[in-house]
């Protein structure tokens, strides 16, 4: 019996810890696909999660930030639009077929942050800080620059 509480327990723990970080931090995916900007999927995909990071960071920015908010907003169109031209010239995609993508992506992008940014501050009272979403910020920002 005590073995089953442990192992119960240990399950518990192993469980909690993984919901931390749903998705692997940006750079890690940018560093195992280092030809990504020759695949249109790939490419569409970091800037899916820009997109998704900033509208992750305009939600919980908008009322006590709200200049940092717009900014994040404008990001998080320029990564979106610049995903649907990728998708739409490198994959010969519809208009149909690119907002299907982009609003599919987008949405459950945005949910995996939300779900992390939570547990993220409710431990350390902080969304995007000392964690994968701000170095996900950061380097989305130097992406969308070097679109521009």
Request: hydrophobic share 35%; aromatic share 12%.
């Amino acid at each position: 019996m005590k073995k089953i509480i442990e192992s119960l327990i240990l399950c518990l723990m192993l469980t909690g810890n993984v919901f931390a970080d749903t998705m692997k931090p940006l750079k890690n995916y940018m560093d195992e696909n280092t030809k990504y900007y020759n695949d249109p999927v790939t490419l569409s995909y970091i800037f899916k999660r820009c997109a998704s990071v900033y509208l992750f960071a305009t939600a919980i920015t908008k009322d006590k930030e709200p200049k940092s908010s717009e900014s994040f907003l404008k990001a998080h169109y320029k990564s979106s639009d610049f995903a649907a031209q990728v998708l739409k010239e490198g994959m010969k995609w519809s208009d149909q077929e690119v907002t299907k993508s982009i609003t599919t992506d987008l949405k459950n992008m945005t949910n995996l942050y939300i779900n992390d940014g939570n547990i993220f501050f409710a431990k350390t009272g902080k969304y995007m800080m000392d964690n994968y979403i701000g170095e996900d910020i950061s380097l989305c920002k130097g992406l969308v620059e070097a679109i521009n």
